[in-house]
Every structure is written in structure tokens, then in C-alpha cells.
Nanobody, 126 residues
Framework: QVQLVESGGGLVQAGGSLRLSCAFSGRAFSTYAMGWFRQAPGQEREFVAAISWTGGRTYYADSVKGRFTISRDNAKNTVYLQMNNLKPEDTAVYSC???????????????????WGQGTQVTVSS
């Protein structure tokens, strides 16, 4: 059984930075692509970033490209999201997710993920 636990959220001023972590408990973390998604109040959950099982491929939403960086440490069973130059519109609950199938390249589609963390709140003040 897979468990995902996010941490690192908080309140930051516009232009600031945060690094989110997602700790993976379970088997075979290194064989799964991982993703980050976010959901703002009253809005649908949206894709933020994804990383392939090898870490060699990464994908980003246009809204965060150039500001956010996804990475993984397979030795620590952890995936990260470094967020720089944060904007008020980045305010949301951020959740990490595990792809359903092994050896994926990373996906922007919610339905390709079958395990989710509880989320961590990120609030960016103007």
C-alpha cells in the first residue's frame, strides 16, 4: 500500500520561494513517475509538474515553467517541487501523486495517477 505525505507548504510573500517535499512509503518508488498537482478554492485540480521514473524527463504547466523545478531522490523515496518567484495566483493546496503504471515518463492527466497525498497549503501574499 502506497502512502504519500507532503510537507513544506506555508505563507510566503510574492517573489519568494518554497520547496515542497513528498515522502513515498511503499514499494518500488524508483519505478514510478510522479506528479504534482494543485487546487485553488473553487477551482478544479490542475497539473503542475511531473517527472519520469528515471528522473530524466520533466514536464511543467505553462503557468509555472521557468519558476518551478521538480526533482526526485530515489535513495530517499522523495520527490520535490522547488518553487521560485511565487505569485499570488500560485496559492493553492499542492498534492503529489504516483502514476498508476510502472516505468512511466510522467503525465499531465489526473486519471493516470492512482495514489495521492493529502496536500499541503501554499499561500502567496501580494
Amino acid at each position: 500500500q502506497v502512502q504519500l505525505v507532503e510537507s513544506g507548504g506555508g505563507l510566503v510573500q510574492a517573489g519568494g520561494s518554497l520547496r515542497l517535499s513528498c515522502a513515498f512509503s511503499g514499494r518500488a518508488f524508483s519505478t514510478y513517475a510522479m506528479g504534482w498537482f494543485r487546487q485553488a478554492p473553487g477551482q478544479e485540480r490542475e497539473f503542475v509538474a511531473a517527472i519520469s521514473w528515471t528522473g530524466g524527463r520533466t514536464y511543467y504547466a505553462d503557468s509555472v515553467k521557468g519558476r518551478f523545478t521538480i526533482s526526485r531522490d530515489n535513495a530517499k523515496n522523495t520527490v520535490y517541487l522547488q518553487m521560485n518567484n511565487l505569485k499570488p495566483e500560485d496559492t493553492a493546496v499542492y498534492s503529489c501523486a504516483k502514476e498508476r503504471d510502472n516505468y512511466g515518463s510522467g503525465s499531465q492527466r489526473l486519471n493516470d495517477y492512482n495514489s495521492w497525498g493529502q496536500g499541503t497549503q501554499v499561500t502567496v501574499s501580494s
